[in-house]
């Protein structure tokens, strides 16, 4: 891979995270990538995250692109394939939410490996969660190809494309609806009298202490459990959420992302 040219269309936050885990895995050398950026206090942005990285507004005919992250917003993304493509790429892999495979295997071509992916924003701090899913002409090396650059961010599940749009409603959007809570988690701190400076300190560190609780792979159910004695405090504030019918929430929230997701793609 470090002998090829990597595009990166779009500069975005989520297309700069990429750039950054496959730089810092050593995944490729700067030399071989090129971000596309039209935005120019963006681009200079990107300039100094990475040097050595050469950082474009537009492809010229002598740009060269062997394979291309599509990271530009949905209904830019099959024009950006297209362009990589024409200037070389065989292999596309896109992160914009919605975009089929279909659209964006038309906008390619006949012959080009094409991935369609959907990562979070806690790839920005190489914690993210992805899922792929290849096209018609994607091989199992091709896949493998796009599972490593998402790899160098984060984890990475492989899925039948049927299963992205849900993915994106669930952990695509997810981390809005745990920020979400964290909001409400403030403000009720406030609303008991706290101070916000100190509040904002406490969930902050609650979130974090407890996502590492979750990453030693206990079920969540189990570590509800431990913390919510018969009768006690915990059981009261559960007690109230369950009324108020929380999962029910989550659900619909997930299901109308999911809904959203598809309806971009069409």
């Known amino acids: 891979m470090s002998q090829s040219i990597l595009v990166v269309i779009g500069g975005g936050n989520m297309g700069a ?48 692109c062997d394979a291309a992250i599509i990271a530009v917003k949905p209904p830019d993304a ?12 065989r292999r596309v892999l896109s992160i914009a939410a919605g975009v089929t495979i279909a659209t964006l295997e038309q906008a390619c071509g006949r012959g080009v490996a094409v991935v369609r992916a959907m ?13 792929i899913a290849g096209g ?40 809005a609806y745990l920020f979400l809570v964290a ?3 403030i403000d009720a701190g406030v609303n008991a009298g706290l101070s916000r400076d100190m509040v904002e300190d406490l969930v902050r560190q609650l979130f974090v202490g407890s996502s590492q609780l979750l990453a030693q792979g206990r079920p969540p159910s ?4 431990q913390v919510t004695s018969p009768n006690g405090t915990t059981a009261a504030g559960i007690a109230v959420l369950e009324a ?17 997701s598809r309806e971009l793609g069409s």
Do not use: Y
């Not at 990562?119 to 899922?131: D, E, F, K, Y």
């Open 17 to 64: 995270a990429l750039v950054g885990g496959l730089l810092e895995s050593g995944a490729v050398a700067a030399p071989d990538v090129v971000v596309v950026e039209v935005v120019a206090a963006r681009r200079e942005v990107l300039g100094s995250m990475f040097p050595g990285v050469r950082v474009i507004d537009a492809f010229t005919p002598t740009d060269r």
């Open 78 to 89: 099959a024009v950006a394939a297209a362009v990589a493509v024409k200037a070389g790429a």
């Open 119 to 131: 990562p979070n924003t806690p790839a920005l701090v190489g914690a993210g969660a992805s899922a």
């Open 136 to 175: 018609n002409d994607a091989t199992d090396v091709d896949i493998a190809w796009a599972e490593s650059i998402l790899g160098s961010v984060g984890i990475v599940v492989r899925v039948d494309e049927s299963q992205l749009d849900a993915i994106t409603g669930l952990t695509g959007s997810g981390p």
């Open 183 to 185: 909001e409400s988690l």
């Open 222 to 225: 189990d570590l509800r459990a």
């Open 244 to 260: 108020r019918a929380l999962r029910a929430a989550f659900d619909e929230a997930v299901s109308a992302a999911t809904r959203r």
